[in-house]
């Protein structure tokens, strides 16, 4: 691989982490939407959750779990915002369909909603 080739790759590399970084801003919009999800699967009569009760991670180990296989990355932004931009690997999931599209998801990764 040539100098320059590997700059760029380096280059790459860091654009990645950086747009994976930036979902950390997005997390409490992530976990007001996690229970919007469980109360609407549980129903009104479900467990008192709060968004303080949902476990929250980073998006360095948000980084770490998708390289490795064991996340997935949703992408919750309307489906403009996500074709403008959106995280690598992520998946358009708009907010508005989360609920009709929750048997599309995968049952054996986590879930990380941004």
Same mark, same amino acid.
């Given at each position: #691989? /040539?100098?320059?080739? &590997?700059? $760029?790759?380096?280059?790459?590399? &860091? %654009? %990645?982490?950086? +747009? $994976? $970084? +930036?979902?950390?801003?997005?997390?409490?919009?992530?976990?007001?939407?996690?229970?919007?999800?469980?109360?609407?699967? +549980?129903?009104?009569?479900?467990?008192?959750?709060?968004?303080? *009760?949902?476990?929250?991670? /980073?998006?360095?180990? +948000?980084?770490?779990?998708?390289?490795?296989?064991?996340?997935?990355?949703?992408?919750? %932004? /309307?489906?403009?915002?996500? &074709?403008?931009?959106?995280?690598? *690997? @992520?998946?358009?999931?708009?907010?508005?369909? @989360?609920?009709?599209? #929750?048997?599309?998801?995968? *049952?054996?990764?986590?879930?990380?909603?941004?």
């Amino acid at each position: #691989m /040539s100098r320059r080739e &590997e700059r $760029l790759e380096q280059i790459r590399k &860091e %654009r %990645r982490k950086r +747009t $994976l $970084l +930036t979902i950390g801003a997005g997390a409490a919009a992530v976990l007001i939407l996690a229970v919007a999800i469980v109360l609407a699967v +549980t129903g009104p009569s479900g467990p008192d959750l709060s968004a303080g *009760d949902l476990p929250r991670i /980073s998006p360095e180990e +948000t980084y770490s779990l998708i390289q490795a296989g064991e996340a997935v990355l949703l992408d919750v %932004r /309307s489906a403009e915002i996500y &074709e403008a931009l959106h995280a690598q *690997d @992520a998946i358009s999931l708009p907010e508005v369909e @989360a609920i009709q599209r #929750m048997a599309e998801l995968p *049952d054996d990764r986590l879930l990380v909603f941004y």
